[in-house]
Protein backbone atom coordinates (compact mmCIF):
# COMPACT_ATOMS: atom_id res chain seq x y z
CA UNK A 1 0.00 0.00 0.00
CA UNK A 2 0.48 3.51 -0.51
CA UNK A 3 2.85 5.13 2.35
CA UNK A 4 0.92 8.16 1.78
CA UNK A 5 -2.14 6.14 2.07
CA UNK A 6 -0.93 4.09 5.28
CA UNK A 7 -0.45 7.79 6.56
CA UNK A 8 -3.83 9.06 6.76
CA UNK A 9 -3.91 10.47 3.06
CA UNK A 10 -6.75 9.65 1.31
CA UNK A 11 -7.24 7.45 -1.62
CA UNK A 12 -9.14 9.96 -3.89
CA UNK A 13 -8.99 13.45 -2.98
CA UNK A 14 -10.84 15.51 -5.57
CA UNK A 15 -10.65 19.34 -5.36
CA UNK A 16 -13.32 21.83 -6.94
CA UNK A 17 -13.92 19.53 -9.51
CA UNK A 18 -16.73 19.73 -11.80
CA UNK A 19 -17.90 16.83 -13.71
CA UNK A 20 -19.89 17.02 -17.27
CA UNK A 21 -20.56 13.65 -19.39
CA UNK A 22 -18.35 13.20 -22.78
CA UNK A 23 -19.36 15.12 -25.31
CA UNK A 24 -21.48 17.48 -23.44
CA UNK A 25 -22.42 20.52 -21.91
CA UNK A 26 -24.52 19.54 -19.19
CA UNK A 27 -22.78 20.05 -15.38
CA UNK A 28 -23.49 16.84 -13.42
CA UNK A 29 -21.70 18.85 -10.54
CA UNK A 30 -19.89 21.29 -9.87
CA UNK A 31 -17.52 22.37 -7.04
CA UNK A 32 -17.06 18.67 -5.94
CA UNK A 33 -14.83 18.29 -2.99
CA UNK A 34 -14.58 14.68 -1.59
CA UNK A 35 -12.45 12.80 0.08
CA UNK A 36 -12.23 8.69 0.57
CA UNK A 37 -9.80 7.49 3.01
CA UNK A 38 -8.58 3.55 2.95
CA UNK A 39 -11.02 0.74 3.76
CA UNK A 40 -14.10 3.31 3.50
CA UNK A 41 -16.68 2.30 1.39
CA UNK A 42 -19.03 5.09 -0.03
CA UNK A 43 -22.36 5.05 -1.69
CA UNK A 44 -23.13 7.58 -4.10
CA UNK A 45 -26.66 7.93 -5.10
CA UNK A 46 -28.58 9.29 -7.72
CA UNK A 47 -31.71 9.28 -9.31
CA UNK A 48 -31.79 7.80 -13.28
CA UNK A 49 -30.45 10.33 -15.02
CA UNK A 50 -28.27 11.99 -12.71
CA UNK A 51 -24.82 11.17 -14.03
CA UNK A 52 -23.61 9.08 -11.66
CA UNK A 53 -21.81 6.65 -14.60
CA UNK A 54 -20.02 9.72 -15.94
CA UNK A 55 -19.29 11.15 -11.73
CA UNK A 56 -17.68 7.67 -10.96
CA UNK A 57 -16.25 7.11 -14.71
CA UNK A 58 -14.78 10.64 -13.87
CA UNK A 59 -13.46 9.97 -10.62
CA UNK A 60 -11.66 6.77 -11.41
CA UNK A 61 -9.60 8.74 -13.65
CA UNK A 62 -11.57 7.37 -16.98
CA UNK A 63 -12.78 10.55 -17.49
CA UNK A 64 -11.44 14.10 -17.43
CA UNK A 65 -13.06 16.40 -15.19
CA UNK A 66 -13.92 20.07 -17.05
CA UNK A 67 -12.55 21.61 -13.89
CA UNK A 68 -10.32 21.58 -10.61
CA UNK A 69 -8.32 18.47 -9.60
CA UNK A 70 -8.60 14.38 -9.00
CA UNK A 71 -5.91 12.87 -6.59
CA UNK A 72 -5.22 9.15 -6.40
CA UNK A 73 -2.99 7.82 -3.77
CA UNK A 74 -1.74 11.39 -3.68
CA UNK A 75 -1.22 11.55 -7.23
CA UNK A 76 -2.70 14.29 -9.52
CA UNK A 77 -3.79 12.29 -12.31
CA UNK A 78 -3.87 14.84 -15.11
CA UNK A 79 0.08 15.59 -14.01
CA UNK A 80 0.94 11.66 -14.63
CA UNK A 81 3.29 10.38 -16.43
CA UNK A 82 2.41 7.15 -19.15
CA UNK A 83 4.24 5.01 -16.58
CA UNK A 84 3.09 6.28 -13.63
CA UNK A 85 -0.25 6.34 -14.87
CA UNK A 86 -0.19 2.52 -15.49
CA UNK A 87 1.31 1.72 -12.22
CA UNK A 88 -1.55 3.94 -10.91
CA UNK A 89 -4.37 1.96 -13.02
CA UNK A 90 -2.90 -1.23 -11.62
CA UNK A 91 -4.02 -0.17 -7.95
CA UNK A 92 -7.67 0.68 -9.40
CA UNK A 93 -9.99 -1.39 -10.80
CA UNK A 94 -13.87 -0.66 -12.03
CA UNK A 95 -16.73 -2.44 -12.79
CA UNK A 96 -18.79 -1.41 -15.35
CA UNK A 97 -22.56 -1.97 -15.27
CA UNK A 98 -24.49 -3.86 -17.57
CA UNK A 99 -22.99 -6.82 -18.31
CA UNK A 100 -19.71 -5.21 -17.64
CA UNK A 101 -18.39 -4.69 -21.04
CA UNK A 102 -16.74 -8.14 -21.56
CA UNK A 103 -13.81 -8.84 -24.66
CA UNK A 104 -15.81 -10.14 -26.90
CA UNK A 105 -13.90 -13.50 -28.64
CA UNK A 106 -11.87 -14.25 -25.15
CA UNK A 107 -13.36 -16.73 -22.87
CA UNK A 108 -13.93 -15.73 -18.73
CA UNK A 109 -10.16 -16.72 -18.09
CA UNK A 110 -8.92 -15.07 -21.14
CA UNK A 111 -10.46 -12.13 -20.23
CA UNK A 112 -9.46 -12.20 -16.24
CA UNK A 113 -5.96 -13.27 -16.98
CA UNK A 114 -5.92 -10.32 -19.94
CA UNK A 115 -4.69 -7.63 -17.29
CA UNK A 116 -2.21 -9.56 -15.60
CA UNK A 117 -0.38 -11.19 -18.41
CA UNK A 118 0.01 -7.29 -19.62
CA UNK A 119 1.34 -6.00 -16.64
CA UNK A 120 2.92 -8.49 -15.24
CA UNK A 121 5.22 -10.33 -17.30
CA UNK A 122 7.04 -14.04 -16.70
CA UNK A 123 5.32 -15.73 -13.76
CA UNK A 124 3.27 -18.12 -15.52
CA UNK A 125 2.00 -20.46 -12.76
CA UNK A 126 1.67 -17.08 -10.21
CA UNK A 127 -0.78 -15.86 -12.88
CA UNK A 128 -2.71 -19.31 -13.46
CA UNK A 129 -2.95 -19.54 -9.82
CA UNK A 130 -4.19 -16.27 -9.41
CA UNK A 131 -6.97 -16.48 -12.08
CA UNK A 132 -8.14 -19.83 -10.40
CA UNK A 133 -7.96 -18.15 -6.99
CA UNK A 134 -10.05 -15.20 -8.41
CA UNK A 135 -12.45 -17.88 -10.74
CA UNK A 136 -13.34 -19.50 -7.88
CA UNK A 137 -14.01 -16.69 -5.58
CA UNK A 138 -16.46 -15.35 -8.00
CA UNK A 139 -17.85 -19.01 -8.54
CA UNK A 140 -17.12 -18.89 -12.21
CA UNK A 141 -14.87 -21.61 -12.13
CA UNK A 142 -17.46 -23.71 -14.45
CA UNK A 143 -17.76 -21.16 -17.45
CA UNK A 144 -13.85 -20.65 -17.37
CA UNK A 145 -13.77 -21.78 -20.63
CA UNK A 146 -16.99 -20.10 -22.46
CA UNK A 147 -16.81 -17.22 -24.05
CA UNK A 148 -17.65 -14.14 -22.08
CA UNK A 149 -20.51 -13.34 -24.68
CA UNK A 150 -22.49 -16.37 -24.38
CA UNK A 151 -22.89 -15.83 -21.11
CA UNK A 152 -25.88 -13.78 -19.92
CA UNK A 153 -25.54 -10.68 -18.43
CA UNK A 154 -25.68 -11.15 -15.04
CA UNK A 155 -22.92 -13.48 -15.03
CA UNK A 156 -20.69 -10.84 -17.49
CA UNK A 157 -21.05 -8.63 -14.61
CA UNK A 158 -19.77 -10.87 -12.36
CA UNK A 159 -16.87 -11.57 -15.27
CA UNK A 160 -16.32 -8.35 -15.16
CA UNK A 161 -15.99 -7.95 -11.31
CA UNK A 162 -13.44 -10.98 -10.91
CA UNK A 163 -11.65 -8.96 -13.84
CA UNK A 164 -11.23 -5.66 -12.23
CA UNK A 165 -10.04 -8.18 -8.84
CA UNK A 166 -7.20 -10.02 -10.51
CA UNK A 167 -4.99 -7.20 -10.38
CA UNK A 168 -5.88 -7.14 -6.51
CA UNK A 169 -6.86 -2.97 -6.47
CA UNK A 170 -6.96 -1.02 -3.09
CA UNK A 171 -9.51 1.36 -5.05
CA UNK A 172 -12.33 -0.41 -6.59
CA UNK A 173 -15.09 1.45 -8.48
CA UNK A 174 -18.54 -0.44 -9.21
CA UNK A 175 -20.96 0.97 -11.20
CA UNK A 176 -24.89 -0.11 -9.93
CA UNK A 177 -23.50 -3.85 -9.69
CA UNK A 178 -26.59 -4.54 -7.85
CA UNK A 179 -29.09 -3.07 -10.55
CA UNK A 180 -31.52 -5.50 -12.49
CA UNK A 181 -30.25 -8.36 -10.26
CA UNK A 182 -32.65 -11.45 -9.12
CA UNK A 183 -32.64 -11.37 -5.06
CA UNK A 184 -30.26 -14.03 -4.54
CA UNK A 185 -27.76 -12.72 -7.22
CA UNK A 186 -28.19 -9.40 -5.29
CA UNK A 187 -27.37 -10.99 -1.76
CA UNK A 188 -24.64 -12.83 -3.30
CA UNK A 189 -22.84 -9.06 -4.81
CA UNK A 190 -23.94 -7.61 -0.91
CA UNK A 191 -22.48 -10.42 0.62
CA UNK A 192 -19.07 -10.85 -1.75
CA UNK A 193 -18.62 -6.96 -1.65
CA UNK A 194 -18.38 -6.54 2.19
CA UNK A 195 -16.30 -9.55 2.69
CA UNK A 196 -13.92 -7.75 0.38
CA UNK A 197 -14.38 -5.10 2.11
CA UNK A 198 -13.61 -6.54 5.22
CA UNK A 199 -10.30 -8.18 3.40
CA UNK A 200 -10.52 -11.84 2.87
CA UNK A 201 -7.32 -14.42 1.03
CA UNK A 202 -8.39 -12.89 -2.04
CA UNK A 203 -7.05 -9.51 -1.09
CA UNK A 204 -4.02 -10.51 0.57
CA UNK A 205 -6.09 -9.89 4.02
CA UNK A 206 -6.45 -6.26 3.12
CA UNK A 207 -9.49 -3.49 3.33
CA UNK A 208 -10.48 -3.13 -0.52
CA UNK A 209 -12.13 0.62 -0.45
CA UNK A 210 -14.98 1.22 -2.50
CA UNK A 211 -17.11 3.39 -4.23
CA UNK A 212 -20.51 2.32 -5.49
CA UNK A 213 -23.60 3.69 -7.50
CA UNK A 214 -26.77 3.45 -7.03
CA UNK A 215 -30.60 4.43 -7.13
CA UNK A 216 -31.76 2.66 -4.40
CA UNK A 217 -29.74 3.39 -0.50
CA UNK A 218 -32.31 0.65 1.29
CA UNK A 219 -30.63 -2.09 -0.61
CA UNK A 220 -27.66 -1.26 1.36
CA UNK A 221 -28.83 -0.40 4.79
CA UNK A 222 -27.08 -1.04 8.02
CA UNK A 223 -23.82 -2.21 6.66
CA UNK A 224 -21.67 0.73 7.90
CA UNK A 225 -21.11 2.25 4.89
CA UNK A 226 -21.09 5.96 3.93
CA UNK A 227 -22.86 7.68 1.78
CA UNK A 228 -23.52 10.86 -0.76
CA UNK A 229 -26.29 12.38 -3.27
CA UNK A 230 -25.84 13.26 -7.01
CA UNK A 231 -28.34 15.73 -7.05
CA UNK A 232 -29.11 18.94 -9.21
CA UNK A 233 -25.73 19.48 -10.45
CA UNK A 234 -24.67 19.18 -7.13
CA UNK A 235 -22.43 16.28 -5.01
CA UNK A 236 -23.24 16.50 -1.23
CA UNK A 237 -21.31 13.59 0.63
CA UNK A 238 -23.29 13.23 3.94
CA UNK A 239 -21.49 12.83 7.58
CA UNK A 240 -21.77 9.34 8.96
CA UNK A 241 -24.56 10.66 11.69
CA UNK A 242 -27.03 11.82 9.22
CA UNK A 243 -29.57 10.24 8.24
CA UNK A 244 -29.98 8.29 4.49
CA UNK A 245 -31.38 10.39 1.73
CA UNK A 246 -34.55 8.32 0.34
CA UNK A 247 -34.40 8.59 -3.58
CA UNK A 248 -38.25 6.85 -3.77
CA UNK B 1 -43.67 45.86 -73.74
CA UNK B 2 -44.78 42.72 -72.23
CA UNK B 3 -42.62 40.02 -74.14
CA UNK B 4 -39.34 41.58 -73.51
CA UNK B 5 -39.73 42.34 -69.84
CA UNK B 6 -40.86 38.44 -69.35
CA UNK B 7 -37.55 37.58 -71.35
CA UNK B 8 -35.39 39.68 -69.36
CA UNK B 9 -37.20 38.13 -66.05
CA UNK B 10 -36.91 34.77 -67.32
CA UNK B 11 -32.93 35.68 -67.71
CA UNK B 12 -32.28 36.99 -64.58
CA UNK B 13 -34.06 33.85 -63.18
CA UNK B 14 -31.54 31.55 -64.68
CA UNK B 15 -28.57 33.63 -63.79
CA UNK B 16 -29.55 34.10 -60.25
CA UNK B 17 -30.00 30.18 -60.30
CA UNK B 18 -26.86 29.77 -61.93
CA UNK B 19 -25.15 31.70 -59.38
CA UNK B 20 -27.03 29.63 -56.83
CA UNK B 21 -25.90 26.87 -58.24
CA UNK B 22 -22.19 27.87 -58.16
CA UNK B 23 -22.41 28.95 -55.03
CA UNK B 24 -23.34 25.36 -54.09
CA UNK B 25 -21.13 24.02 -55.66
CA UNK B 26 -18.14 25.67 -54.38
CA UNK B 27 -19.66 25.02 -50.70
CA UNK B 28 -19.76 21.39 -51.04
CA UNK B 29 -16.48 21.50 -52.78
CA UNK B 30 -14.66 23.69 -49.78
CA UNK B 31 -16.70 21.14 -47.37
CA UNK B 32 -15.29 18.06 -49.14
CA UNK B 33 -11.80 19.56 -48.77
CA UNK B 34 -12.06 20.80 -45.00
CA UNK B 35 -13.28 17.49 -44.39
CA UNK B 36 -10.42 16.10 -46.65
CA UNK B 37 -8.17 18.25 -44.67
CA UNK B 38 -9.24 16.78 -41.16
CA UNK B 39 -8.96 13.29 -41.97
CA UNK B 40 -5.54 13.82 -43.41
CA UNK B 41 -4.87 15.36 -40.24
CA UNK B 42 -6.52 12.91 -37.73
CA UNK B 43 -4.55 10.34 -39.70
CA UNK B 44 -1.49 11.80 -39.53
CA UNK B 45 -1.34 11.77 -35.83
CA UNK B 46 -2.64 8.22 -35.32
CA UNK B 47 -0.09 7.58 -37.26
CA UNK B 48 2.25 9.04 -35.02
CA UNK B 49 0.84 7.84 -31.72
CA UNK B 50 1.05 4.24 -33.19
CA UNK B 51 4.33 5.06 -34.57
CA UNK B 52 5.67 6.12 -30.80
CA UNK B 53 3.63 3.19 -29.04
CA UNK B 54 5.14 0.49 -30.57
CA UNK B 55 8.74 2.00 -30.45
CA UNK B 56 8.27 3.06 -26.88
CA UNK B 57 6.22 -0.35 -25.79
CA UNK B 58 8.25 -2.95 -28.11
CA UNK B 59 9.01 -5.00 -25.72
CA UNK B 60 6.42 -4.46 -23.08
CA UNK B 61 3.69 -6.93 -22.78
CA UNK B 62 5.22 -9.85 -24.99
CA UNK B 63 3.04 -12.19 -23.90
CA UNK B 64 0.34 -10.70 -25.32
CA UNK B 65 0.96 -8.37 -28.24
CA UNK B 66 3.28 -11.61 -29.96
CA UNK B 67 0.01 -13.99 -29.87
CA UNK B 68 -1.89 -11.24 -31.00
CA UNK B 69 0.88 -10.24 -34.54
CA UNK B 70 0.80 -14.05 -34.82
CA UNK B 71 -2.98 -14.32 -35.13
CA UNK B 72 -3.11 -11.43 -37.45
CA UNK B 73 -0.28 -12.74 -39.49
CA UNK B 74 -2.30 -15.92 -39.75
CA UNK B 75 -5.84 -14.27 -40.65
CA UNK B 76 -4.48 -11.67 -43.36
CA UNK B 77 -1.91 -13.60 -44.41
CA UNK B 78 -1.89 -17.54 -44.52
CA UNK B 79 -5.62 -17.98 -44.19
CA UNK B 80 -5.58 -15.69 -48.02
CA UNK B 81 -2.82 -18.49 -49.42
CA UNK B 82 -5.39 -20.28 -51.47
CA UNK B 83 -7.15 -17.15 -52.60
CA UNK B 84 -3.80 -15.54 -53.11
CA UNK B 85 -2.80 -18.78 -55.63
CA UNK B 86 -5.76 -18.75 -57.35
CA UNK B 87 -5.65 -14.96 -58.28
CA UNK B 88 -2.28 -15.30 -58.89
CA UNK B 89 -3.03 -17.94 -61.13
CA UNK B 90 -5.74 -16.55 -62.94
CA UNK B 91 -3.53 -13.67 -63.00
CA UNK B 92 -0.42 -15.72 -64.53
CA UNK B 93 -2.50 -17.20 -67.26
CA UNK B 94 -4.61 -14.44 -68.45
CA UNK B 95 -2.18 -11.42 -68.81
CA UNK B 96 1.55 -13.05 -68.48
CA UNK B 97 0.84 -15.98 -70.71
CA UNK B 98 -1.26 -13.82 -73.51
CA UNK B 99 1.66 -11.03 -73.34
CA UNK B 100 4.47 -13.85 -74.03
CA UNK B 101 2.51 -15.00 -76.77
CA UNK B 102 1.83 -11.68 -77.95
CA UNK B 103 5.49 -10.76 -77.69
CA UNK B 104 6.18 -14.10 -79.44
CA UNK B 105 3.63 -13.18 -82.30
CA UNK B 106 5.61 -9.48 -82.71
CA UNK B 107 9.24 -11.33 -82.79
CA UNK B 108 9.56 -9.71 -79.24
CA UNK B 109 9.66 -12.65 -76.74
CA UNK B 110 13.60 -10.86 -75.83
CA UNK B 111 11.07 -8.30 -74.01
CA UNK B 112 8.81 -10.67 -71.75
CA UNK B 113 11.25 -10.64 -68.47
CA UNK B 114 11.26 -7.19 -68.34
CA UNK B 115 7.74 -7.07 -69.43
CA UNK B 116 6.74 -9.70 -66.54
CA UNK B 117 9.18 -7.66 -64.02
CA UNK B 118 7.36 -4.34 -64.91
CA UNK B 119 4.03 -5.54 -64.66
CA UNK B 120 4.33 -8.11 -62.28
CA UNK B 121 6.73 -7.39 -59.72
CA UNK B 122 6.59 -3.54 -59.14
CA UNK B 123 2.48 -3.08 -59.86
CA UNK B 124 0.22 -5.88 -60.18
CA UNK B 125 1.86 -8.36 -57.28
CA UNK B 126 2.06 -5.18 -54.65
CA UNK B 127 -1.38 -3.62 -55.64
CA UNK B 128 -3.41 -6.92 -55.64
CA UNK B 129 -2.51 -8.45 -52.71
CA UNK B 130 -3.04 -5.29 -50.86
CA UNK B 131 -6.60 -4.95 -52.43
CA UNK B 132 -7.27 -8.73 -51.36
CA UNK B 133 -6.23 -7.87 -47.84
CA UNK B 134 -8.08 -5.03 -47.69
CA UNK B 135 -11.24 -6.90 -48.98
CA UNK B 136 -10.61 -9.54 -46.17
CA UNK B 137 -8.98 -8.20 -43.68
CA UNK B 138 -9.05 -4.63 -43.75
CA UNK B 139 -13.16 -4.13 -43.43
CA UNK B 140 -13.13 -7.02 -40.89
CA UNK B 141 -10.77 -4.78 -38.99
CA UNK B 142 -13.24 -1.70 -39.11
CA UNK B 143 -16.60 -3.57 -38.07
CA UNK B 144 -14.39 -5.19 -34.91
CA UNK B 145 -12.82 -2.12 -33.78
CA UNK B 146 -15.83 0.03 -34.17
CA UNK B 147 -18.49 -2.41 -32.78
CA UNK B 148 -15.44 -2.42 -29.53
CA UNK B 149 -15.84 1.24 -29.28
CA UNK B 150 -19.30 1.23 -29.64
CA UNK B 151 -20.00 -1.45 -26.90
CA UNK B 152 -17.03 0.48 -24.70
CA UNK B 153 -14.44 -2.40 -24.28
CA UNK B 154 -12.20 0.52 -25.49
CA UNK B 155 -12.65 2.08 -22.21
CA UNK B 156 -12.51 -1.30 -20.23
CA UNK B 157 -9.09 -1.69 -21.85
CA UNK B 158 -8.52 1.41 -20.69
CA UNK B 159 -9.63 1.30 -17.16
CA UNK B 160 -7.47 -1.83 -17.21
CA UNK B 161 -4.35 0.03 -17.69
CA UNK B 162 -4.03 -1.36 -21.15
CA UNK B 163 -3.02 0.72 -23.97
CA UNK B 164 -5.99 0.39 -26.27
CA UNK B 165 -3.32 1.60 -29.74
CA UNK B 166 -1.01 -1.00 -27.98
CA UNK B 167 -3.41 -3.70 -27.76
CA UNK B 168 -5.57 -3.13 -30.72
CA UNK B 169 -3.82 -1.23 -33.26
CA UNK B 170 -0.29 -2.50 -33.00
CA UNK B 171 -0.40 -6.01 -34.56
CA UNK B 172 -2.60 -4.79 -36.62
CA UNK B 173 -0.10 -2.63 -38.06
CA UNK B 174 2.86 -4.82 -38.21
CA UNK B 175 0.43 -8.15 -39.05
CA UNK B 176 -0.97 -6.91 -41.92
CA UNK B 177 2.63 -5.19 -43.17
CA UNK B 178 4.15 -8.49 -42.98
CA UNK B 179 1.14 -10.39 -44.45
CA UNK B 180 1.21 -8.10 -47.62
CA UNK B 181 4.60 -8.40 -47.75
CA UNK B 182 4.33 -12.24 -48.04
CA UNK B 183 1.42 -12.63 -50.12
CA UNK B 184 3.02 -10.18 -52.75
CA UNK B 185 6.29 -12.48 -52.94
CA UNK B 186 3.74 -15.82 -52.73
CA UNK B 187 1.79 -14.22 -55.58
CA UNK B 188 4.41 -12.64 -57.87
CA UNK B 189 6.41 -16.33 -58.27
CA UNK B 190 2.86 -18.19 -59.03
CA UNK B 191 1.89 -15.97 -61.60
CA UNK B 192 4.95 -16.18 -63.17
CA UNK B 193 5.41 -20.18 -62.98
CA UNK B 194 1.71 -20.26 -64.19
CA UNK B 195 2.36 -17.40 -67.07
CA UNK B 196 4.74 -19.10 -68.60
CA UNK B 197 2.95 -22.87 -68.20
CA UNK B 198 -0.16 -21.00 -70.58
CA UNK B 199 2.77 -19.78 -72.82
CA UNK B 200 3.91 -23.55 -73.18
CA UNK B 201 0.28 -24.64 -73.88
CA UNK B 202 0.16 -21.97 -76.64
CA UNK B 203 3.13 -23.67 -77.88
CA UNK B 204 5.34 -20.46 -77.79
CA UNK B 205 9.04 -21.63 -78.58
CA UNK B 206 10.41 -20.46 -74.82
CA UNK B 207 12.46 -22.60 -72.88
CA UNK B 208 12.21 -22.37 -68.94
CA UNK B 209 15.77 -21.45 -68.76
CA UNK B 210 15.37 -18.64 -71.03
CA UNK B 211 12.59 -17.09 -69.73
CA UNK B 212 13.69 -17.38 -66.39
CA UNK B 213 17.54 -15.74 -67.03
CA UNK B 214 15.48 -12.71 -68.88
CA UNK B 215 13.50 -12.35 -65.86
CA UNK B 216 16.27 -12.44 -63.45
CA UNK B 217 18.47 -10.14 -66.15
CA UNK B 218 15.20 -7.52 -65.89
CA UNK B 219 15.54 -7.73 -61.98
CA UNK B 220 17.20 -4.67 -60.37
CA UNK B 221 18.57 -4.91 -56.53
CA UNK B 222 15.85 -1.82 -56.36
CA UNK B 223 13.27 -3.92 -57.12
CA UNK B 224 13.91 -6.22 -54.54
CA UNK B 225 14.42 -3.35 -51.60
CA UNK B 226 10.99 -1.09 -53.36
CA UNK B 227 9.05 -4.12 -53.20
CA UNK B 228 9.42 -4.76 -49.87
CA UNK B 229 9.33 -1.20 -48.76
CA UNK B 230 6.03 -0.74 -51.11
CA UNK B 231 4.20 -3.82 -49.39
CA UNK B 232 5.12 -3.15 -46.09
CA UNK B 233 3.85 0.48 -46.62
CA UNK B 234 0.78 -0.64 -47.80
CA UNK B 235 -0.39 -2.89 -45.22
CA UNK B 236 0.52 -0.03 -42.76
CA UNK B 237 -1.31 2.23 -44.49
CA UNK B 238 -4.53 -0.25 -44.55
CA UNK B 239 -3.81 -1.08 -40.81
CA UNK B 240 -3.79 2.97 -39.97
CA UNK B 241 -6.78 3.58 -41.94
CA UNK B 242 -8.59 1.15 -41.61
CA UNK B 243 -8.06 1.14 -37.32
CA UNK B 244 -8.38 5.26 -37.38
CA UNK B 245 -12.25 4.74 -38.74
CA UNK B 246 -13.08 2.34 -36.11
CA UNK B 247 -11.73 3.66 -33.27
CA UNK B 248 -10.96 7.74 -34.11
CA UNK B 249 -14.34 9.05 -33.30
CA UNK B 250 -17.03 7.51 -31.18
CA UNK B 251 -19.59 5.26 -33.29
CA UNK B 252 -23.16 4.09 -32.80
CA UNK B 253 -23.35 0.57 -34.40
CA UNK B 254 -25.46 1.68 -37.01
CA UNK B 255 -22.34 3.57 -37.90
CA UNK B 256 -20.27 1.17 -38.55
CA UNK B 257 -21.52 0.20 -41.91
CA UNK B 258 -20.58 3.76 -43.21
CA UNK B 259 -16.98 3.56 -41.41
CA UNK B 260 -16.26 0.50 -43.06
CA UNK B 261 -17.20 2.11 -46.75
CA UNK B 262 -15.65 4.70 -46.07
CA UNK B 263 -12.23 3.40 -44.99
CA UNK B 264 -12.25 1.15 -47.82
CA UNK B 265 -12.49 4.26 -49.89
CA UNK B 266 -9.94 6.22 -48.38
CA UNK B 267 -7.56 3.05 -48.36
CA UNK B 268 -7.86 1.96 -52.43
CA UNK B 269 -7.25 6.24 -52.90
CA UNK B 270 -4.36 5.44 -50.43
CA UNK B 271 -2.85 2.50 -52.31
CA UNK B 272 -3.14 3.72 -55.85
CA UNK B 273 -1.57 7.32 -54.65
CA UNK B 274 1.20 5.38 -52.80
CA UNK B 275 1.63 3.11 -56.02
CA UNK B 276 2.20 6.71 -57.83
CA UNK B 277 4.55 7.68 -55.61
CA UNK B 278 6.55 4.63 -56.03
CA UNK B 279 6.52 5.07 -60.10
CA UNK B 280 8.01 8.40 -59.73
CA UNK B 281 11.10 6.92 -57.64
CA UNK B 282 11.51 4.24 -60.27
CA UNK B 283 11.57 6.74 -62.74
CA UNK B 284 14.26 8.74 -60.99
CA UNK B 285 16.93 5.73 -59.80
Known sequence: ??????????????????????????????????????????????????????????????????????????????????????????????????????????????????????????????????????????????????????????????VGLARALAMNPELLFLDEPLSGLEARDRNWWKKFLNTLWEGCPLTGGRRTTMIITTNDFGTWAGGGHRCGLLEDGRWQPRDEKQEWPDLA | MWFPMATIARTGLAEAETARISRAYFRRTGRLLLRLKEDVAGMGAFLLITLSVGILKFNRAKQVIRPLIHAEVQRAGIK???????????????????????????????????????????????????????????????????????????EALEALGIDP????????????????????????????????????????????????????????????????LKTILFGALIAIVTCYEGLASPLRLDEVSRATSSAVGKCVVGVVLLDALFIVVYLII
Open chain 2, 165 to 228: IHYLVVPRVIGLSLSIFSLTIYLILVALMSGYLFAFLENVPLRPSDYFRQLAGALLWQDFALVA
Open chain 1, 1 to 158: MDQKSQNGEPLLNVVDASVTPPRARRVIASEVNWQVMVGEFWLVGGRHGSGKTSFLATMAGLQRPAAGSIRHFGMELSELSEPELLRERERVGYVFKSGGRMFSGLTVAENVELPLRYHREGENEKLDGRVREVLEATELSREADSTAQSLGWDRQQR
Open chain 2, 80 to 154: LIPMVAFLAFALGSVVIGQTVFLLHSLGAENYAGMVMVTVVVRELGPILAALLVLARVGTANVVELGTARALGEV
